[in-house]
Structures are given as C-alpha cells and as structure tokens.
C-alpha cells in the first residue's frame, strides 16, 4: 500500500495547542494564565483551535501546508498526552464545530492535518479506569489494563505498584491492547477521526505497544477510510521494522536531528561523518518511506532549537538550510521560525 501522495511534498508546522493562540476567550479555564506567562506543567495559557484559524494566515505566508497537532482530546493536563475521552474535543480547545471549522480553512487552503494519537495509555479519568477505581476487582474493564494487585490507587506519591503506568506515572494507566474490547476500542477511535476528515494520525510511543499484529489492524482501519490517510510513528531509534504495509508511513526522525546538531552544535561529527550519517539514514528504507520521514529539528520533547544554538542564528539556519534540503517532509515547532527559546519536554 503506497505512502500518500501529499506528503513528499509537505512542510509541516507542529502546535502545541494551548500555547498556540487564545482565539476564544470564553472557553478559557478560570485560572487561565496571562499570555506569556512562564510556562509549567500543570497552568493554561488558554489557545485553542479558534486562534489557529484565526492566525492561519500567518501559517500560509510561512509556506505551510501541513499541521501536526499535540492532543486536542478532553484532558485534565495541558499536554492531553492523559486523555478522558477519546471523541470529545476538550472544552478549554473548542469543540466539534471548531474542529470543523479548522478543517474547512486548512482544506480549502490545501493544508492537510494530522492528530496526535496517545494509544498506549489514557488518563486516570478515562471511563474505563473510572470503573476498576469504583469497582476494583468486580470491574468488567479490569483487563482492560496491566493491574497487579487490588485494591488499586491511583494517587499518592512514587510509581504505582498496583498497575502498569506510562514510565510509571499513575496519572497514565496502560492499556493491554491485545484485550479484544481495548482493541475494538481505540480502533473506533482511529477510524472515528479520519471519517470526521483529519488527514492522518501521529501515533505517541508506539514501540510501547508492541504488537505488529495491532499496528498492522490500526493502519488497514485507517487506510480503508482514506488512503492517503498519513500514519507517522514517534520512533526515537533508526529502525525500518517500524515502516511499511505493516506499520507506518513515515517516523520521527529524531537520528537525523541528532546528527545535524552533532554536525552543527557539538563537532562530534566530522564533514565526512556527517554525510556518511545522513547517507546512511536515507539508505536504510525503502525510497517511498524515506520520502515519507518527519523531519524535526525540534518538538515539544526536545529543547527549543534557539537555545540549543545558544542564540547563534547561522546555526539555526544552517541547521534549517539542511533540513529543508534533505527528503523528507520537514517539520517547525511553533515559535521556532521566530527564535522562541526555551527547555524540552
């Protein structure tokens, strides 16, 4: 099954919602912090799909004509990587008819996008987990994760030692996918937004889950709705197992990243190791998933490519000289195209 069509010739811009633009005041948490404000992991700036559209725009003169965004499903954090429903728009992003509306402007611009899927885990308030919380061992949703003893709590200080969290954290339980209900479930999901018209889906930690059998059923769901439907998996390593007719289209290319800033930032490699790098990374898949790599220089996971430089704007248009040049659909974090500093994740 061929890669899609579109995204050879991509340039994509990657928002991280709440940080975005506040189009919509009325949807802002009460404790919505001034803009601007320092960011934490836990405080609301307040953007939302309504200040994408409003600044789309500004993303059309950029050259833009994809957008990759972070969660925008019902969540308690800012980050929404710890959902509560999957078919919901959190109310402080907008909702369905803002969705809408955002697709229409992209659409009618030829701008494709692509949603953020975190399928390996959910949130605490996620109905299922609600349910094993309530009901403990007498939950029928208690295969639905990796629990190791009752009761279970799912808060209070450490890793949980009651069920199986995302590297630990209690506030993201992890689904056991090869339970046919979780399965049914979250293929719902992945089919539910590529008939509501996202153009693809981004998929969070996918070696977590690691089943080809799942990946294989997810991309035939997807495909079988739109198949130019792009599938991008967040594979941090250099690893051809993770494309194909089995998996994805295209990864994160974090070892391309790596290599520019070893090359450009640290001279940890040479001229000729660079290339020999770059070369190699290009020759280890087939040419239409090559073409069909993510190329970051930075996400929400890494530091903000300004302050990696140190502030040396050549570095940074070296770096993005580079990228722009390689195969591969290169991608903008929001606020790197104008020096925006800051630390990862």
Known sequence: MAVPYWIQDAIFYQIFPDRFANGDRHNDPVNVQPWGSPPTSWNFMGGDLRG??????????????????????HSTSNHRYNTLDYFRIDPKLGDMSDFYALLKVAHDNHVHVILDGAFNHCGRGFFAFVDVLENQENSPYRDWFYIKQFPVNAYGPGESQEYLGWWGFRSMPKFNVRNPD???????????????GADGWRLDVPNEIDDDSFW????ETVKSVNRDAYLLGEIWTADPRWVGNEHFDGLMNYPLRDAILEFIDTGFLNAREFAEKV???LNLYPRE?????YLPLGSHDTERLFTVFDGLLDKVKLAYTFLFSYPGAPGIYYGDECGLTGGKD
């Open 279 to 281: 070369e190699g990374l």
């Open 52 to 73: 994408i559209i409003q600044r789309f725009d500004y993303l059309l003169d950029l050259g833009v004509n994809a957008i990759y965004l972070n969660p925008i499903f």
């Open 289 to 293: 998933n090559a073409y069909a790599m």
């Open 182 to 196: 979780v399965r049914r479930y979250l293929l719902s999901v992945a089919r539910y937004w590529i008939e509501q």
């Open 216 to 219: 294989a059923e997810f991309r």
